[in-house]
């Protein structure tokens, strides 16, 4: 169900060498850079970023150079890191979950992992109460053919966790007419072989819309209270077109992820899309984040977004990352 982790997802791909990861040290002189230039928040994925043998001893690290932290997690091992992750604090924590308990331990393909991400919520409040310390948190729910049939009790599902902030995003599919012409693209106007879109190729969304409609209208009712983000601000047209038609342009052809974001790949490698990373404009294992930035190759990027949109962007979900707000 990701596009990335997939089996044809690229981090499964020979284009992305994870023994030649980033270690803890390479992320600590980044974080100096990022403070030295007064870069306010930093946003840590995966994978899961509690996978990262020395994670405690990195957030520590950013915390003390008084930068945000996000975390986007599976929340499995919340429970282990609960103490840590109150002691530090200025952390928000967002929890990928998939509906109920039992549509959420399908789509993952493993059962007790609903309970776990409950036993670690109820870890961090139990913390929570004893540290005098609060931890901002979310739910991320994905609309995909696997999950959709959980929209509608969301809202609950939120209420058992004790969490008041659901985020809820469309899922990303990419037809082979549009994989193809971005490969096109990028090999053309970069010169870059294209691999990234292979994970996320379904010829249409396998949305039913109907039912959609109904466990969207279920799903608004509900909240009660509970908080909708406005990360992809959609009215249910918009819905419609985006699971009907992969080539309709959702939204704004702008993407203001070129102008203030920069996504850093395991390896090392920079980008601008977190999601589509083929195209990298330089690797901060041998230069710096400024220098990356500022190359030529993020330049000539910069320039034909602005102007053009790539197939990819038809249904891109990362763009939202710069310009949401709330």
């Known amino acids: 169900m990701c596009g990335q982790w997939s089996e044809e997802g690229y981090i499964h791909s020979t284009k992305v060498n994870q023994r030649h990861s980033l ?9 100096d850079e990022l403070a030295t230039h007064t870069i306010s ?24 150079k008084g930068i945000f932290i996000s975390i986007d997690t599976n929340g499995t091992l919340l429970k282990k890191y609960a103490a840590d992750l ?7 924590i967002t929890i990928s979950i998939d509906g109920p308990e ?11 992992c609903f309970r776990k991400i409950r036993e670690g919520v109820d870890r961090l409040i139990e913390v929570e109460k004893n540290g005098g310390r609060n931890i901002s948190r979310a739910i991320c729910f994905t609309i ?17 966790l004790s969490i008041n902030t659901l985020v809820i995003v469309s899922y990303n599919y ?3 007419a549009m994989g193809n012409n971005y490969a096109k693209e990028l090999k053309e106007h970069f010169n870059t072989t294209a691999y990234s879109w292979i994970g996320f190729h379904h010829e249409n969304s396998g949305i039913d819309f109907i039912e959609f409609q109904k466990e969207y209208k279920n799903y608004i009712t ?69 220098a990356a930035w500022n190359s030529e190759q993020a330049s000539r990027f910069r320039e034909y977004r602005r102007k053009y949109l790539l197939s990819t962007c038809y249904r891109c979900v990362s763009k939202h990352m710069s310009e949401s707000t709330g």
């Open 222 to 290: 509900s909240l009660n209270g509970i908080r909708n983000y406005p990360y992809m601000v959609f009215s249910e047209e918009n819905y419609r077109i985006w699971f009907g038609n992969p080539t309709t342009l959702v939204g704004s052809p702008q993407c203001t992820n070129i102008e203030k974001l920069i996504d850093i790949q395991p390896d090392g490698n920079a980008n601008f899309c977190v999601d589509t990373p083929d195209y990298s404009f330089g690797n901060v294992k041998d230069s710096t984040i400024e």
């Open 144 to 160: 995909s053919p696997y999950s959709v049939s959980g929209l509608g009790k969301m809202p609950d599902v939120a209420r058992i």
């Open 102 to 112: 039992e549509i959420h331990d399908k789509v993952r393909g493993m059962k007790g």
């Open 23 to 31: 270690k803890l040290a390479d992320w600590k002189r980044l974080t």
């Open 41 to 64: 928040s930093v946003i840590l994925r995966g994978g899961e970023p509690f996978l990262f043998p020395e994670i405690i001893e990195l957030l520590e690290y950013i915390n003390s």
């Open 174 to 176: 990419i037809s082979s």
């Open 86 to 92: 109150v002691r530090i604090g200025n952390i928000h």
